[in-house]
Every structure is written in structure tokens, then in C-alpha cells.
């Protein structure tokens, strides 16, 4: 009635014998469930020399670097999660396959790709679940969203996230119901990723319980300086040898390599080194992030250029 009809809430509570107070909060509840969901569609406006940069830099397929005065954190990934979301809406088509690993960056994407968009896509969920821990950004509830959305259908992987030993793990993946999945996760023609920067304050491995402040401390003390796929990666954009590494079920970088489209989304000039050593793993072909961001990268890499050439 609100939406869809345009009747004012006055009109809603005359109708319905309820308080307009009472079709507000309804209202409200609604944007809050998701049940209606807003869509602001800003004009994108990219910084094309930055993106031209980072494409001769590391070869990259395509860079999308946003212009953006915004300062809350929030803001700023719903933007980039847009402009990420049409870069989509560009290159699915029907029949093609994708696979998805969860956090809150694709979250924001999968919410930012319009409702009247369709294709035919198989979703293909790329790491296991900790449904607990991070509800509805679990790697499962995104692929039933994203496929749902789309008018797809969706693959799940039938595993948890993190094994309690490598070996563990090892076996978990050779379960034919798990092993069967990521193999065609691994033969997806896109890949939607993010990247972490192991700060203890807001890795989602310390949300998620899987790794512990401490314990993320000591590895950025010993090189670490990223995550993609919930894989750890040095500056190097080698993975990093730890034991939580090999306890992870899901895609690995060495698989994400060969799919033919990584498109990895970050955002945030604190994010700029482990976007570096991301980009240093030759995982990725087009990376979304901020003019900021962007402009830190290659401040970064022709830092660590001069330091290479002096000794």
C-alpha cells in the first residue's frame, strides 16, 4: 500500500483501523527484515587515471576505482558494494557459473545488484559455513540469496569452514558430497571475493571465532598481511604457512587463479597493503575499491620498488 500504491501512512491507518504510529513501525520492521528493500541509485562517478594505473601495474583485466567524498566507513562499502554490484549486471549472462565467498563485502554487493536484474546463473557457494557465527553473511545464506535474486539456482557446499586439524580437513575434502562441490567451484567462469586485512578489531576471524586477536597478531608480526577466501597471504601474495590455513575448507588461491574472472571488492586506504599483496598473488583480474585505496596501492608498490632497487 505504501510502496507500491503510494497511499500516505494516514491513509494505510484509515484503512487498515490501526495508528499511524503502529503502520510506521511496520514499516520500519520491514526495511529492518528485508522485506522491503531500498535501493538509492547515485550517479558512479570512477577515477579512470587510477584505474589506468592499476590495470598497467598488475595486469589486471579491469580496475573500477570510485570517486567518493564520503567518509563513514559504511557509506563508502555501500557505494563501492553499487558500483561492484552493476560491474555484475554487466558481465553475468545466463547459463555462466559463479562462485561466492561470505563476509560482509558480498554481502553488500549481493544487496546492491538491482531486484529486477535476472540471468540464469548457477550460485556456487566456494567456502564452508559457520552459520552461528555470522548468520546472514554465512557463505550459505549468500548463495541462497544471490541465486534466489538472480532466478538461479544454487549449489551449496556441505561442510563447515574450519576442520579442527589439518588432517581433519584433509579428510572432509575427500568426502565425495564436499569434494564434488569444489570441483565445479573450481571450474566457475567468475569468482566474487574480498580481501581482509587481519586487523584484530574487525577481522572476521575474530567475529567468526576462528582465529583469536593474539593469534592474528603474531602472524602479521611474522609477514602475514592479508585474507582472501578465508586463505592468509603475505606481502608477496604468497600463502602464508600456518596450520589455520590448511584447516580451512573451501576454495584455495592456487584454484581462484585459474578461474577465469576474479573480481575481488575492498575498500579503504587501511585496506591498501593487503589489497597489495592480494593483487601480488596474480589472483585477481578486476578489483573494485576507492580512489583513496587506489592511490595508497601504488604508493605502496613503487615504495617497495625503491627499497627492492636500493638494497
Same mark, same amino acid.
Given at each position: 500500500?505504501?510502496?507500491?500504491?503510494?497511499?500516505?501512512?494516514?491513509?494505510?491507518?484509515?484503512?487498515?483501523?490501526?495508528?499511524?504510529?503502529k503502520?510506521?513501525?511496520?514499516?520500519?520492521?520491514?526495511?529492518?527484515?528485508?522485506?522491503?528493500?531500498?535501493?538509492?541509485?547515485?550517479?558512479?562517478?570512477r577515477?579512470?587515471?587510477?584505474?589506468?594505473q592499476?590495470?598497467?601495474?598488475?595486469?589486471?583485466?579491469?580496475?573500477?576505482?570510485?570517486?567518493?567524498?564520503?567518509?563513514?566507513?559504511?557509506?563508502?562499502?555501500?557505494?563501492?558494494?553499487?558500483?561492484?554490484?552493476?560491474?555484475?549486471?554487466?558481465?553475468?549472462?545466463?547459463?555462466?557459473?559463479?562462485?561466492?565467498?561470505?563476509?560482509?563485502?558480498?554481502?553488500?554487493?549481493?544487496?546492491?545488484?538491482?531486484?529486477?536484474?535476472?540471468?540464469?546463473?548457477?550460485?556456487?557457494?566456494?567456502?564452508?559455513?559457520?552459520?552461528?557465527?555470522?548468520?546472514?553473511?554465512?557463505?550459505?545464506? /549468500?548463495?541462497?540469496?544471490?541465486?534466489?535474486?538472480?532466478g538461479?539456482?544454487?549449489?551449496?557446499?556441505?561442510?563447515?569452514? /574450519?576442520?579442527?586439524?589439518?588432517?581433519?580437513?584433509?579428510?572432509?575434502?575427500?568426502?565425495?558430497?564436499?569434494?564434488?562441490?569444489?570441483?565445479?567451484?573450481?571450474?566457475?567462469?567468475?569468482?566474487?571475493?574480498?580481501?581482509?586485512?587481519?586487523?584484530?578489531?574487525?577481522?572476521?576471524?575474530?567475529?567468526?571465532?576462528?582465529?583469536?586477536?593474539?593469534?592474528?597478531?603474531?602472524?602479521?608480526?611474522?609477514?602475514?598481511?592479508?585474507?582472501?577466501?578465508?586463505?592468509?597471504?603475505?606481502?608477496?601474495?604468497?600463502?602464508?604457512?600456518?596450520?589455520?590455513?590448511?584447516?580451512?575448507?573451501?576454495?584455495?588461491?592456487?584454484?581462484?587463479?585459474a578461474?577465469?574472472?576474479?573480481?575481488?571488492?575492498a575498500?579503504?586506504?587501511?585496506?591498501?597493503?593487503?589489497?597489495?599483496?592480494?593483487?601480488?598473488?596474480?589472483?585477481i583480474?578486476?578489483?573494485?575499491?576507492?580512489?583513496?585505496?587506489?592511490?595508497?596501492?601504488?604508493? /605502496?608498490?613503487?615504495?617497495?620498488?625503491?627499497?627492492?632497487?636500493?638494497?
Amino acid at each position: 500500500m505504501y510502496y507500491q500504491q503510494e497511499m500516505t501512512q494516514n491513509d494505510i491507518a484509515t484503512a487498515l483501523d490501526l495508528s499511524r504510529v503502529k503502520i510506521y513501525r511496520l514499516l520500519k520492521e520491514a526495511r529492518e527484515r528485508q522485506v522491503v528493500r531500498v535501493l538509492i541509485d547515485w550517479p558512479i562517478k570512477r577515477a579512470g587515471d587510477l584505474e589506468a594505473q592499476l590495470v598497467a601495474g598488475f595486469g589486471l583485466d579491469r580496475a573500477l576505482v570510485l570517486q567518493t567524498g564520503a567518509t563513514d566507513a559504511a557509506l563508502l562499502l555501500r557505494q563501492i558494494a553499487q558500483l561492484a554490484a552493476r560491474y555484475l549486471e554487466e558481465v553475468l549472462a545466463d547459463q555462466s557459473t559463479m562462485s561466492i565467498c561470505f563476509g560482509s563485502t558480498t554481502y553488500e554487493v549481493i544487496n546492491a545488484i538491482r531486484i529486477d536484474f535476472q540471468a540464469s546463473v548457477k550460485v556456487m557457494q566456494a567456502t564452508g559455513s559457520l552459520p552461528q557465527a555470522l548468520k546472514e553473511y554465512d557463505s550459505s545464506a /549468500l548463495t541462497r540469496q544471490l541465486a534466489g535474486k538472480l532466478g538461479g539456482e544454487a549449489l551449496y557446499l556441505s561442510s563447515p569452514l /574450519l576442520a579442527d586439524n589439518a588432517e581433519a580437513a584433509a579428510m572432509i575434502r575427500e568426502q565425495a558430497v564436499v569434494g564434488q562441490t569444489l570441483e565445479q567451484v573450481r571450474r566457475a567462469d567468475i569468482a566474487l571475493v574480498g580481501i581482509g586485512d587481519l586487523d584484530p578489531a574487525t577481522s572476521g576471524f575474530v567475529k567468526a571465532g576462528v582465529a583469536d586477536a593474539e593469534q592474528l597478531r603474531a602472524y602479521r608480526q611474522h609477514g602475514a598481511i592479508g585474507d582472501m577466501a578465508w586463505q592468509i597471504f603475505d606481502g608477496d601474495g604468497r600463502l602464508y604457512p600456518c596450520e589455520l590455513n590448511r584447516r580451512i575448507i573451501g576454495v584455495t588461491l592456487d584454484e581462484l587463479r585459474a578461474v577465469p574472472e576474479t573480481i575481488a571488492v575492498a575498500v579503504g586506504v587501511n585496506k591498501a597493503a593487503a589489497i597489495l599483496g592480494a593483487l601480488n598473488s596474480g589472483v585477481i583480474n578486476v578489483l573494485c575499491t576507492d580512489e583513496d585505496a587506489a592511490a595508497e596501492i601504488i604508493d /605502496l608498490r613503487e615504495r617497495n620498488e625503491e627499497r627492492i632497487t636500493w638494497g
